[in-house]
Antibody, heavy 121, light 111 residues
Framework: EVQLVQSGAEVKKPGESLRISCKGS????????ISWVRQMPGKGLEWMGR????????NYSPSFQGHVTISADKSISTAYLQWSSLKASDTAMYYC??????????????WGQGTLVTVSS | QSALTQPASVSGSPGQSITISCTGT?????????VSWYQQHPGKAPKLMIY???NRPSGVSNRFSGSKSGNTASLTISGLQAEDEADYYC???????????FGGGTKLTVL
């Protein structure tokens, strides 16, 4: 079974750093992009960026470029989303999702269960 | 403001059909057949329902169908059931630097 399993909920203070993870299983991890998607409380989905785990090539949405860092460790089939200095506005649910690496755009399937990040003083 | 425009809410009675629209531009929905739809129940992760405008993944009910005309894509759910009550999001590839865009989401209520 293809699965993406994310790390658990986090509660942090403004200014703190954080890294959350997404572990893939049941498929060739280096054959698919891993995308990260934000969902703020009561709001819709926003694409943040993605990584090709085979070579760590990344794409970022301009809205998130410079605010987060996406990385991956293909040896353990895990992708990461990282903040160096959290803000209260980073409070959200974060999902990872798989996309095929191909000569054409692809859909998001499957999705991880989500990681809730709460930033509060 | 989301890049793709969806109605905030739609409703229907069990057994009826409903359609959710997703309007973009020639840079995304209108320019490519790379529209997908996702169902999200409260407190759950999104689930792929339709990809490439009108294709259904294995395991998704044939009551769900997708189409596109010009800059507007549509998701139709026929024979509404109580378990269809959820939020639905469209997504598209875009030629802008954003690469991927979502609609604002539509809350489906089964009366």
């Amino acid at each position: 079974e293809v699965q993406l399993v994310q790390s658990g909920a986090e509660v942090k203070k403004p200014g703190e750093s954080l890294r959350i993870s997404c572990k893939g299983s049941g498929y060739s991890f280096t054959s698919y992009w891993i995308s990260w998607v934000r969902q703020m409380p009561g709001k819709g989905l926003e694409w943040m960026g993605r990584i090709d785990p085979s070579d760590s090539y990344t794409n970022y949405s301009p809205s998130f470029q410079g605010h987060v860092t996406i990385s991956a460790d293909k040896s353990i089939s895990t992708a990461y989303l990282q903040w160096s200095s959290l803000k209260a506005s980073d409070t959200a649910m974060y999902y990872c999702a798989r996309q095929a690496i191909a000569a054409r755009p692809s859909w998001f399937d499957p999705w991880g269960q989500g990681t809730l990040v709460t930033v509060s003083s | 403001q989301s890049a793709l425009t969806q109605p905030a809410s739609v409703s229907g009675s069990p057994g009826q059909s409903i359609t959710i629209s997703c309007t973009g531009t020639s840079s995304d929905v209108g320019g490519y057949n790379y529209v997908s739809w996702y169902q999200q129940h409260p407190g759950k992760a999104p689930k792929l329902m339709i990809y490439d405008v009108s294709n259904r993944p294995s395991g998704v009910s044939n009551r769900f169908s997708g189409s596109k005309s010009g800059n507007t894509a549509s998701l139709t759910i026929s024979g509404l059931q109580a378990e269809d009550e959820a939020d639905y999001y469209c997504s598209s590839y875009t030629s802008s630097s954003t690469l991927e865009v979502f609609g604002g989401g539509t809350k489906l209520t089964v009366l």
